[in-house]
């Protein structure tokens, strides 16, 4: 049977529902993308607090956490096409929402200052906790297991790609035609990603497990996750990258302060590691890594905290731009390594389950770690608490190769 599968690097882009699959997310990514500089720059405009960007990411961690494992579960026992389309109708209610609070900026903002945008960030981070673990449990149904990885690939580097378009359209809208067109193009972006999605076939679920009641089959998640050295150490990795090493909550400061190139440079910025990520997920399309996956696992991470501490240091704009493209490809390696382990290692009915457990790693660390940023500007001041981050990223690549010996030696994820 598998000498009847596409094969090459484009060996996924020929299955038709994968392709509808990865159109959706590339499109509500790009939405996704967009609001978010334009809400940081928003917020900042409003506040001029450093502090009040880190609370964005709060907003949006707080619920995507707190319904995280319960997601999971759910998109065990229910059909995932079901949970993707009614997550990102909420999403498209919450661009919505942000479009019609523009509508009367001057009285609104004055009299509820940023309240609502945080709230409307709030419903946004629960829609997103129920779709990452439905979107990562679908994709497999979609494809041939022999076609993981490079599905996986292709997955990062359409994300990536939409990461680019978003982070630059966002700053470039904003900058150019002002917040109410930008949301505009996020309610667009949205509603064509719903439309997508609508058009790939429901799939079966698989055989549930065996336990009983909805606690049960969250802590077999759990067990699961914890017992498995290989991606413990995986998500443990970028959790604390993440969480320490990310600068990107800061960038709206950076941009106005230090580098003095305004919103359009900000929305450059933004992009600069989807850039650089892009370049290598590509690469890897094409020349796949075959060896020594634990040891490259480690030193991207170990690069990643350099790029972070370099960056902090740069007073020059394009300087600070080939820092975050490097940073991106770095990043790239550790993100489609990952995803390979969850996806070749987890057993098909815990797919939600264990995807949910890394979501709060990893994905809800980039939130975490936006808050975590922003505290720390305030308290060591902008460049000194990224450089701080990006010591911390290093001494936790340090102690994990130290400790997981099984992540050292990893050869080849197959």
Known sequence: MSSTLPSGPYAALRIPEFRLYISSRFCVTLAIQIQSVVVAWQVYAITKDTLSLGLIGLAEAIPSIGVSLYAGHVADVVQRKKIILLCIGTLLFCSAALLLFTLQPGDFFSLYGVIPIYSVIFISGVARGFLSPAFFSFMPQLIPRELYSNAITWNSTLWETATIAGLAMGGLLYGIIGVTQAYTVDVVLTLIGLLLMSGVGNKPLPPVTTEEGVTEKIMAGLKFVFTNKLILSAISLDLFA???????????????????????????????????????????????????????????????????????????????????????????????????????????????????VNHIFVGSSNEIGMFESGVAARLMGTVPSVIFGGCMTIFVVGLTGWFSRSLRSLQRVH
Request: one cysteine or more; a positive charge.
């Open 242 to 356: 993440v969480l320490f090493g990310g600068a990107v909550a800061l960038l709206p400061v950076f941009a106005e302060e230090i580098l003095h190139v305004g919103a359009p440079g900000l929305g450059i910025l933004r992009a600069a590691p989807s850039i650089g990520a892009l370049c290598m997920a590509f690469y890897i399309t094409h020349h796949p890594i075959k060896k020594d996956t634990g040891k490259i696992l480690l030193y991207c991470v170990a690069g990643f905290g350099l790029c972070m501490i370099l960056f902090a240091l740069s007073t020059n704009f394009w300087i600070s731009l080939v820092i975050l493209v490097a940073s991106g490809g770095f990043d790239c390696i550790s993100v489609i390594i990952r995803g390979t382990l969850l996806q070749t290692l987890t057993p098909e009915n815990m797919k939600g389950r264990v995807s949910a």
